[in-house]
Structure formats: structure tokens, C-alpha cells
């Protein structure tokens, strides 16, 4: 199991933002996270990336822990945070080339000309990150989250605030990538999930309502279109 | 840790930060050394640098916050923050990198006014009349309340996101380390425990370096000074996550 989840919760004071929650995601799928607005999804990814520390529970990703092993686990991970925050004032390289020291990665100068050519940032490269549009900080984004090859990507609404043309690329690049990747993206957009998607885990309000593949959840709610099977859950 | 270090130190020398600091720094005390009459070493009419350690400590206490204030602010603020927690790094490695690429604009503020002690050692009468340990001691003695400063500055950024509040919180924090403990231990409820509350304070601790004598235990108290408010940085952000 590339992700295995379990029981993990994350209270503040009496509020559980996440209700001991369990589940596994499989190398080579992509994974789509939904439900409504604090939900608790953002919170999950936080803690799977070591940004929050779970209340209880574990999860371990590619096998390490990430409350005991978490350096270990941190470096098989690769993260795109939700509005992607970015250093405004370095230039794109020079930021790829911080990320990727951070890794202590070698040959690091061919890995950036590579993902800067994956992820379509090349006419942009030369510029100060704070320049550019938000559909190229988008990119930049994904290039810090897969610069040092990790088996996991956690991406938090990579697509939200792009338009038709660069959504369709952001989502054809995460596509490609999930091939060889175990992927868990969270967003709003129904169509994204069914265009993406494998395996598909809703929650509400801290815990997990629906966790099946993509056509076993159509399945068992005789074919209704994702937003009906959405809103029947989380309403 | 080396690239955290890097990039918070390219930061400031990209942005006008550095520059202006710096600048502010050298243009005050120049200007309060050797052109303003109550202050000028000119007028005063003997060949030392004792004006320059008595008031380069007030004028750290605004420098250094200013320098630091973004530290740890900013980076919550513009959320970057997460970026870096969910690097392979540990967050003591993120402090202290942050700590010493602050530490090092100090000494950047500091390099220049080596000129001062080379002027007044060629104007001292016979040229060279200055007494040169008690200005390494002193160089020493400031470079080490920079460090403690720093760490106040740096522990200060972790408590807000708001730039402005970290400023004013550690520049206050740097005035009492400096001076509190002095007047503290003026109060008649201390007066049975006066030295030990001076003792708690930089100001006593930097007098006994300026002297020119390197006293371990002066050392070891600028040392565990930065180390305690490290620390402090270090449960601040625990506690956040």
C-alpha cells in the first residue's frame, strides 16, 4: 500500500475536524478526495504531509510512519498545498533548485530543465515566481510537489481558480503523472473527478460517508450522476 | 539546513530589507559619532570607541527586529509556511537556519564600522594610542547581544502572523533583557537579591565583556540565552501544529 490510513483524528478543543478516519489507496491510482467545504479534507492532507500533527491515529506512507518515521516519510511525499503558496520574490529555477536541496537530491540542475519541460513552464522559466500568471504558478507548484520523484503526490484543489484551456492541461499533466504515481487530489468539480479519478472517498463533517472506485459508486447508487450521489451524502 | 539558510539569506540581500537596515544603522551611528557635537568622538578629545558599545546596543534594539521581524510572520502569513514544514527538514534545523541568516546581516551591520577603529587609531596621538583589547572585547561583547537579540527577534516572529507585532513585541523584549533587569533589582522588594537580578540582565553581562576580558561565564550566558529563546521558538510552533 502506497497510503495506509488509520483511525486518524484531528480535534480542536471539542471540534473533530477529522473523526478517526481509515482508508488505503493502492499505487498507480488516483484518488479523488471530496466533500463540502470543511469537511475535514484539507485537514487529512495536512496531516499525511506532516504539516499537522494527528490528535491520534497513524498513517504511514510507502511503509513509514508518519508520526514515528516522519523525515523518512516526508521525503516519498510529494505536496501541492491548497492556494499553492509560493516564495513571490525568487525566480522559478532558483526556487526549484531550494526545493530540490531540501531533498539533497544530486544532478539536480538536468532535474530541473526536466520537470520544467513536464510540467510546460518554458517559456516561463526565466521569470520572478511573483510575475507570473496563476495558471504558471499552478505549474510551478506541481514542479516543487514532483521534482524529487516521489511515490506519493497530495495535491489540495490544484485546479481551483484556472481557466477552461489550463485546466484541461493541469489535469492531462496529473493524469500522466498518476500513472506511475499513487495520487490524491481534493476538489469541488464533479467532472474533474470522473475525467481523473479512480477511486473516489467523500467525506463529512470528519468522517468518511462513501469509499468505492469510481463505477462501483455509480453502481451502487444505480447510475446517478456524481453531484446527485454528492449532495445525497453530505447533505 | 544549509539551503534553508541560503535562501533566507538571499532573501534579504534581494530585497531592500538588508540595504535599508543596514544603512539606517551605519548612517545613525555615523552620524552620532563623529558630527553631532554631544555625542562626537572629535570633541570629546581622547582616542577611544567607548560612545560607539554605549550606544550601539539601543540602536540594535530597533535593528535587529526589523530585521527579524519577518522571519517566521511572513511565511504564516503568505501560507509559504506549509511549503517548508513539509520539507524533509527538522523544524529545529528551520530555526536555527533562520537564526543564523538574521545573525549574519548583524555582522554585516557591523563589518563596516571597523572603519571607526581605524580612524581613531590613526588619530589618537602618538598614532596607534588605542587600547585594542578593549575593542575586541567590546566587538565581541556587541556581536553576542546581536545573537541574543536575535534570538528574541526570531522567537518574536513565531508568536504572530502580523509583521508590525512582531517588531514592536521584540524590540520591547530586547529593552528589558538590555535594561530591566537593571532597574529591576533597584526595587526595594529585590534589594536582598539585586545581584542575582542584574546578573539575569545582558546589560551587566556586556559591560564585563567591553572591559576586554572574555570571561567563560559571560559566554556561556549569551550562549544559553539564544539557546533558551530558540528553544521557546521551537514550542511555539510545536504547539501551532
Redesign the interface.
Known sequence: MSISVKNLSKHYDKQKAVDAISFEVKPGRILGFLGPNGAGKSTTM?ML?????PTSGEAEISGKSILRDV??A??H?G?L?E?T??????YVK?FLS??G???KMINLPARIEEVIKMVGLTPEQHKKIGMLSKGYRQRVGLA?AIIHNPEVLILDEPTSGLDPNQLVDIRQLIKTLGAAKTVVISTHIMQEVEAICDDIIIINKGKIVANDSLEGLKKVHQQQSLEDIFRKLTA | MYAVFKRELFSFLNSMVAYITIGIFLLVSGLLLWFFPDTSILDYGYAELGGFFSLAPYLFMFLIPAITMRSFAEERREGTFELLITRPIQIWQIIVAKYLASLVLVLFALVPTLVYYYSISKLGFPEGNIDSGAVIGSYIGLFLLGAAFTSIGIFSSALTKNQVIAFVISAALCAFAFLGFDYSSQLAALQSIENIVRNLGINQHYTSISRGVLDTRDLIYFISFSAVFLWLTKLIIGGKR
Open positions: 495536512r504531509t506532516g504539516y499537522l500533527v523525515i523518512e516526508k521525503k511525499i505536496y498545498p492556494n503558496p509560493l516564495y513571490a520574490d525568487m532558483e531550494f526545493v536541496q531540501t531533498y516543487q
